[in-house]
């Protein structure tokens, strides 16, 4: 079985102020990088999904318990940031090859990466580095770095292409060889449910008990739906058939041949080829590209439900955004939705949009369902989903390799 780490109980939400004023003086000048694709404090939030979300995630949450955090941007626009609250944006610019030489940026890569980040560590001696499990360049760090180094392990190229009915490209096949032996030389894999643990260990020939898993987090948002106003039928990701964007448009035409209440609304990436398919559906849903912090924030505040429709999810954050606003979930059993959601939503099958549309039905008609899924979900994140919780899992888990480094 996959290690989780348990939690304790901890306070509902990290303020800003007390991260920057009170450091946690348990482990004083600790210093940690994340190596990832996006990291900006200037409002880009639509454009980079989970990965960006998960490195704020990262740099929050050990800040808070007294580190410092540098975040290693490997994307062509990053932009070096200075220090604040704790973390600096360093930018680490890696080459873009000819398309016909694109097997060999794993290999490029990774030197290069290596070289810039052995640089950084000369001069501050990182605790722990972190990288994510992508484009197969984190191999020669896992090398160098020994027992500092963490991978972090998200959905993998080969399982986008196999919910997309997509072949890989010579590219392609090369990032998932490499990230195939990036695992198998880290010191430390972490992953963020059982069941992607699961995948990953099968995935990359590895036993399940090498990989900890970590269950992501999201701040607290204010419970402040009005149901008299809010009617929003909301599903926020990146617009593709893994996503399950498919059914979702599917189920919001069957819900209005069948008078549900409820304006379907789709937010994400590569909305544009799924007009057509919307048309052709007999849909009224309203598709729409990425939207910034502030336009998302006031979606959330109209939506009623969320619907994830999702063939895979190796974990869902969108379900515990629903969460921590209180909002009940309908969720497919994909990868690990089952396990994020819990008792606290109602699950389907994804390739049947009529579920979907019962459960629209049933919590309409159904006395009393909506309003204790409303509190179950508000539970269920602030036992398992606060940043506080994360926080603490997250050094617990630093904390115990560095004593069993250093043992």
């Not at 990053?78 to 940026?105: D, S, Y």
């Not at 501050?124 to 972190?130: C, G, L, Q, S, T």
């Not at 995948?199 to 149901?227: K, Q, S, W, Y």
């Not at 396990?339 to 039905?361: K, N, S, T, Y």
Request: proline share 6%; glycine share 8%; net charge neutral.
């Amino acid at each position: 079985m996959p290690r989780s780490l348990p939690g304790e109980a901890l306070p509902d939400r990290l303020s800003p102020s007390a991260v920057a004023d009170n450091p946690s003086p348990s482990v004083p000048a600790r210093r940690f990088a994340i190596i990832t694709p996006y990291y900006s404090r200037t409002g880009d939030e639509g454009r980079a999904g989970g990965l960006r979300t998960y490195s704020h995630l990262v740099a929050e949450a050990l800040v808070s318990r007294g580190w410092l955090v540098d975040a290693l941007c490997i994307d062509p626009d990053a932009k070096a940031q200075p220090r604040e609250l704790g973390v600096e944006a360093i930018p680490i610019h890696l080459p873009q090859l000819p398309w016909r030489l694109g097997r060999f940026e794993p290999l490029i890569g990774g030197l290069v990466l290596l070289r810039a980040v052995w640089r950084l560590d000369r001069r501050h001696r990182y605790d722990a580095i972190e990288c994510i499990h992508a484009d197969g360049i984190g191999w020669a760090l896992a090398i160098v770095f020994g027992r500092r180094f963490y991978l972090r392990m998200h959905t993998s190229g080969r399982q986008h292409a196999g919910f997309s009915d997509k072949t890989l490209a010579p590219n392609e096949r090369a990032r998932v060889r490499w990230d195939r032996i990036t695992a198998r030389r880290a010191a430390h894999l972490v992953t963020h449910s059982r069941v992607h643990a699961e995948a990953m260990a099968v995935e990359n020939g590895l036993p399940i008990d090498r990989i900890d898993v970590l269950f992501h987090a999201t701040l607290a948002a204010p419970r402040e739906v009005d149901l008299h106003r809010a009617d929003r039928v909301l599903f926020v990701g990146t617009m593709e058939r893994r996503k399950g964007i498919d059914t979702f448009i599917q189920a919001s035409a069957r819900a209005r041949a069948r008078g549900l209440p409820g304006r379907w609304t789709a937010i994400g990436r590569d909305f544009e080829q799924w007009q057509e398919f919307a048309r052709r559906e007999g849909s009224d849903a309203t598709l729409v590209g990425p939207v910034d912090a502030a336009a998302l924030a006031s979606y959330w505040v109209e939506t009623r439900w969320v619907v994830v429709p999702s063939r895979y999810e190796s974990f869902g954050l969108v379900v515990i955004e629903a969460m921590a606003r209180g909002i009940p979930v309908i969720a497919a059993r994909g990868g690990a939705l089952p396990e994020v959601v819990g008792d606290a939503g109602l699950l389907v099958d994804v390739e049947q949009p009529d579920q979907i549309v019962a459960a629209i039905d049933r919590l309409v008609n159904e006395p009393g369902l909506e309003a204790h899924l409303r509190d179950a979900s508000y539970q269920r994140y602030h036992q398992e989903f606060a940043v506080e919780r994360f926080a603490e899992r997250l050094e617990r888990l630093l904390t115990e390799q560095d004593r069993g480094r250093r043992g």
